[in-house]
């Protein structure tokens, strides 16, 4: 398990909230040294741990696990979504459009 990734995906989420480890810490009912040894790869987590963490976080736990796991077209589906629904919504739809052209031309070689 590479468990820089996952603790990469942990401080990612962390950071977009604009939280601290400490606050981390507080919502996950952890100590901020653990957050911190989770956050670095130094261990790997722990279910009982990794789990508030995710709920604290408001995030799946596929979605923190998605750099280690083989990653199904379900996990990166929702992964896409997350990032276009982050858009002002005039740069969502041209990316619809995008993403429908490419579609009919790999349907119709």
Known sequence: MNL?????RVKEARMKRG?????LAEKANLSTDH?????????????VTFIPIAN???IDANTLLSDV???SPKITSSQLSE??????IAE???ILRVVDTMIQEANNP
């Not at 820089?4 to 990469?8: F, H, I, N, S």
């Not at 939280?19 to 606050?23: F, I, L, N, S």
């Not at 957050?35 to 279910?47: A, D, H, I, M, Y």
């Open 4 to 8: 820089e990734a996952v603790g990469r």
């Open 19 to 23: 939280w601290t480890q400490a606050e």
């Open 35 to 47: 957050v911190s040894v989770l956050e670095r790869g130094s261990k790997p987590p722990r279910f």
């Open 56 to 58: 604290a976080l408001e």
């Open 69 to 71: 796991l083989s990653v």
């Open 83 to 88: 990032k276009i629904s982050a858009l002002p």
């Open 92 to 94: 969502q739809r041209r």
